[in-house]
């Protein structure tokens, strides 16, 4: 416990130096502003991507319809759109099955809340999606504080890593046990809320 209060200490430290950063890379004097406090308090907090994802398990629709986890296992190659609510929010979600080099796999694709994590030194990066600003997560530092993923997952995907872009989006790959159980991609990434409006819509 110590330690892990140690180290959600320099989390913090090296959140508000990344952040005094940017704002001297843009000529921003201040030491922070209330977006920048915003940003700070979601470093490093995997357990907002949790309940992003158990939002969206739980008021995911589609045409009327909800779908469980072994309903979205289920789902065709095409790419499919899904409504969820986060925090009262409206937001879609990208949902679709493609082939993997030994058996299908689901991608979901959410937003992810703000969330941002800090490079720590001797990362590993690793070239992914044609960039090389990748990092590969250590269990300890994501994994352990996914508990709502953790109870609904582990059983069925009991192997799985995790990968980070410095532009902000989070991979998380789910191994299956069996070869009947499409592998599983859960990506957290910069999303806007889906807000419908009538303005600019016209009679044709």
């Not at 530092?141 to 192997?159: A, F, G, Q, T, V």
């Amino acid at each position: 416990m110590v330690a892990m209060y140690e180290e959600m200490k320099v989390d913090e430290a090296q959140a508000r130096n990344a952040v005094a950063s940017r704002a001297a890379t843009t000529g921003n004097s201040r030491p922070h502003n209330a977006h920048d406090a915003f940003r700070i308090a979601r470093f490093h907090r995997f357990e907002l991507l949790d309940a992003v994802f158990q939002q969206f398990l739980e008021t995911n629709i589609r045409r009327g319809r909800h779908y469980s986890l072994d309903d979205l296992l289920t789902v065709g190659r095409q790419k499919t759109h899904f409504s969820y609510t986060h925090d009262g929010i409206p937001y879609k979600a990208t949902v679709f099955m493609y082939e993997g080099p030994d058996r299908d796999c689901l991608s979901i694709k959410l937003n992810n809340d703000g969330f941002e994590y800090i490079q720590k030194s001797g990362g590993y990066v690793f070239p992914r999606h044609n960039s090389d600003d990748w990092v590969w997560l250590e269990k300890r530092r994501c994994w352990d504080h996914m508990m709502y993923m953790k109870s609904i997952l582990r059983e069925r995907y009991p192997k799985g890593s995790a990968f980070y872009s410095m532009a902000e989006r989070l991979d998380l790959e789910f191994f299956s046990k069996d070869s009947t159980t499409p592998d599983l991609m859960v990506t957290f990434d910069n999303g806007y809320p889906d807000i419908k409006t009538t303005s600019g819509i016209y009679d044709t």
